[in-house]
């Protein structure tokens, strides 16, 4: 059974920092291409940040230069490095893992959610 298991969440002020982790098992991690997705009150679902298992990265243009994602394959987790956090970086944060094994797999966190504000 798979399982994304999201910590690190919480409150913070703006310009404050958190690092979000997602505890994978159950699934061969190194296949998967790990992704952060975030969803506000009222709006779509958006992909945040997301890593290839070979470590290549791509990042939402409005996190760029403030959030870093990376992988541990070692501990099947991953991770989002988040910086000089906004009031709008503001959402509930999902991991998400996207992979082929035995047919395309699509996995996601409960979430975690993230509060920016003094």
């Known amino acids: 059974q798979v399982q994304l298991v999201e910590s690190g969440g919480g409150l913070v002020q703006p310009g404050g920092s958190l690092r979000l982790s997602c505890a994978t098992s159950?699934?061969?991690?190194?296949?998967?291409?790990m992704g952060w997705y975030r969803q506000a009150p009222g709006k779509q679902r958006e992909l945040v940040a997301d890593i290839t298992g070979g470590g290549s990265t791509n990042y939402l243009d409005s996190v760029k230069g403030r959030f870093t994602i990376s992988r541990d394959n070692a501990k099947n987790t991953a991770y989002l490095q988040m910086n000089s956090l906004k009031p709008e970086d503001t959402a509930v944060y999902y991991c998400?893992?996207?992979?082929?094994?035995?047919?395309?797999?699509?996995?996601w966190g409960q979430g975690t959610q993230v509060t920016v504000s003094s």
């Open positions: 998400n893992a996207k992979g082929y094994q035995l047919g395309p797999r699509d996995y």
């Open positions: 159950g699934m061969a991690f190194r296949r998967y291409t």
